[in-house]
């Protein structure tokens, strides 16, 4: 049912047409000094993917290697960012996609502070920004096609379709060959995402956040969110006991004193 | 108080006061023509500055004097803190004006802000925070009407005089869900906020220092008013006062250090990093100090002594914050923000707003016990920090 990217990154050769079907899909800007391919590319308003190129070694005698990492909203399936939205401005769809309401978003942030990715971006140079960020083409899905990036990638690195199978064929090709890592980024990751990585050095040295919690991140907020209708009703009862003894209390007080005067 | 006749006298600071309020209202303007770009130094490393921070987080926890107050007067009946139970509310009631504004400013789509009211976001420690604030700044207002009943639209006052209990209550049960939930906000931050103070603790630790700033920034308000004014503090009552405040802040701090151990990460404190010494700063002189003051008697029945311990509190709180806000985070965001100069002059424009509102208040209506109110005219400097 939930649609998922599985990305090959020893198969990457860095040509960026990903990167292009997106920005003419999407309508994005082509800005000079944002590049979205090579060394120092990275996401931003206009930017829903960026392939940054890693320079690492690799093997006994340190050999120089060049990967290329596809870096965009890896769609979590339980999204912090989707939690963290008070006005339910970003929503995850069945179909996978996270996507983005810029009628109902108020312009908080809130999402960026979440992201257990730094995925969301801001129009910071506009009056009226929006948050910007790879919706996962939802209107192509729908219609049965892929992601315009998946669509256009000439190696194969990028694969679109179902995260069950997906995750079957990751685990097949990480079993079968020996030089990919032992690890599926993705997998647990937050809970789980949509994106899913396979690779032949370690996740750690392309960049990726690999200290991330593998509990859904909402889990953390929601268990303290469950707690509140209980506790406000606890203190409301408790502060309104107070309250009346106090007066009544009080009332009784006086009485003795006018007594007391009376007398 | 029986006829109508408004005052507010001028004097030099309250012509600066005004000017500032000119200078952050039309800049307030500009940002909401301009966007937010062009006028802070925010970035996508860094999408909460400033406004968040001090604006709004930092403003919330010193209002929380409100609450508190309330709480120990009102519901728990200690009548002997009553006479400063109007002055608490005038505070912590344009505190938070001053923080609706400031989140105003900081959304990017401002004229959205009412979504949340009908596009229920329920999953978001941020819903119930925006509910809460919302929810007590009218509840606050209307307690004030009850005061402002006394003097204009007098066939009102017996409703509110009704309906006060209700407000009463209502009114200490919203802050303490919001106070905490500031903190819930960063729980999400989990593998962000360095550990010395991201913890699932984080909404009790947010909620108990709001509590016990409280008495810390009456007193503050009120040495200072008396410093300006001749007149003599009500000694007893502030120290008292601040005597419940420590009784907090001795269970904040054994709980602070067993969440460490619980958590590993006690060792993390004397690293010798940015972190660690930040945060050692913010305990020892934001907790640790206070505390011995608090429990010497000798210490805390001086004036300078319950002077130290309140700014120390007051301080302590602001750095807590600040520490969430920056510090606990630069480590992970890396690069670097410092508040524009826009920043600066909206934020010290809303506290010069919030000091004139206050002088004018305090002039014009009942707040403070009679014989103080002579020399109420004088009360810049308290009111600067009041409202800050």
């Known amino acids: ?263 | 108080m029986a006829a109508k006749n408004w005052s507010f006298r001028m004097t030099p600071t309250r012509a600066v006061l005004m000017a500032l309020a000119a200078i952050g209202g039309a800049l307030m303007v500009y940002r909401l023509v301009v966007g937010l770009g062009p006028t802070t130094n925010l970035n996508d490393q860094w999408p909460w500055g400033m406004w968040i921070g001090f604006d709004v987080l930092t403003g919330v926890a010193l209002a929380g004097g409100g609450y508190s107050t309330c709480l120990l007067v009102n519901v728990m009946g200690i009548k002997k803190f009553a006479p400063i139970a109007r002055a608490a509310l005038l505070t912590s009631l344009i505190g938070y004006l001053l923080v609706m504004v400031g989140l105003f400013l900081d959304i990017g789509r401002w004229f959205n802000f009412w979504r949340p009211f009908v596009s229920w976001g329920h999953t978001s420690i941020l819903f119930e925070v925006f509910w809460c604030v919302s929810l007590y700044t009218t509840v606050q207002l209307l307690e004030f009407g009850e005061i402002a009943t006394e003097k204009v639209g007098k066939r009102w006052h017996g409703i509110f005089k009704k309906i006060l209990p209700v407000l009463l209550i209502v009114g200490v049960l919203l802050p303490t869900l919001h106070q905490s939930s500031l903190g819930s906000l960063y729980v999400i931050e989990v593998g962000k906020l360095y550990p010395l103070w991201w913890s699932l603790l984080l909404p009790i630790f947010f909620l108990m220092s709001s509590f016990f700033v409280g008495p810390a920034m009456v007193s503050l308000e009120s040495l200072l008013s008396s410093r300006a004014t001749g007149h003599k503090p009500e000694y007893n009552i502030l120290q008292s006062l601040i005597k419940v405040a420590g009784y907090m802040m001795l269970v904040y701090l054994v709980l602070k250090i067993g969440d460490l151990f619980y958590r590993g990460a006690a060792g993390l404190v004397f690293a010798g990093n940015l972190e660690g010494n930040m945060f050692l700063l913010e305990m020892i002189a934001g907790i640790i100090i206070p505390l011995v003051i608090c429990f010497t008697p000798k210490l805390r029945n001086s004036k300078a002594g319950l002077a130290t311990f309140s700014v120390l509190v007051v301080a302590g709180v602001i750095l807590n914050r600040m520490n969430v806000v920056f510090t606990g985070m630069s480590d992970y965001i890396g690069g670097s923000y410092f508040p524009s100069a826009i920043e600066w002059l909206v934020s010290i424009g809303l506290v010069a707003m919030g000091v004139l509102a206050y002088l004018f208040i305090v002039e014009n209506f009942n707040i403070v016990p009679k014989e103080q109110h002579e020399a109420e005219t004088d009360k810049e400097t308290a009111a600067v920090k009041h409202t800050a």
Not at chain 1, 42 to 68: C, H
Request: net charge positive; aromatic share 8%; hydrophobic share 35%.
């Open chain 1, 1 to 263: 049912m939930s649609k998922a990217v599985l990305v090959d990154i020893t198969k990457c050769v860095g040509c960026g047409s990903c990167g292009v079907a997106c920005k003419m899909w999407n309508n994005l800007e082509y800005r000079k000094e944002s590049p979205m391919l090579g060394k120092d590319s990275k996401l931003d308003a206009e930017n829903w993917t960026n392939i940054k190129l890693v320079e690492t070694e690799t093997g006994a005698e340190k050999q120089s290697i060049w990967r290329f990492v596809k870096n965009q909203c890896l769609h979590c399936e339980e999204p912090a960012c989707v939690s963290a939205c008070f006005s339910k401005a970003l929503q995850k769809t069945k179909a996978g996609p996270v996507v983005y309401h810029a009628n109902l978003c108020v312009g908080c942030r809130y999402c960026m502070i979440a992201c257990p990715f730094d995925i969301p971006k801001y129009e910071w140079g506009k009056v009226i920004p929006r948050i910007r960020k790879c919706q996962m083409c939802p209107g192509r899905i729908k219609e049965g096609n892929s992601p315009a990036c998946t669509e256009v990638c000439p190696t194969n690195a990028l694969t679109f379709g179902e995260h069950k199978d997906l995750l079957k064929q990751a685990r097949a090709t990480i079993n079968n060959d020996k030089k990919y890592v032992q690890h599926i980024f993705g997998e647990k990751e937050a809970g789980g995402t949509a994106w899913l990585y396979i690779s032949d050095v370690p996740f750690k040295e392309l960049g990726f956040r690999t200290d991330v919690t593998t509990q859904a991140v909402p889990h953390y907020t929601e268990s303290i969110m469950h707690l509140t209708p209980a506790v406000g009703l606890t203190w409301g009862a408790l502060l309104t006991g107070m309250y009346v003894y106090n007066r009544r209390r009080n009332t009784i007080a006086n009485e003795e004193n006018d007594n007391k005067k009376g007398k």
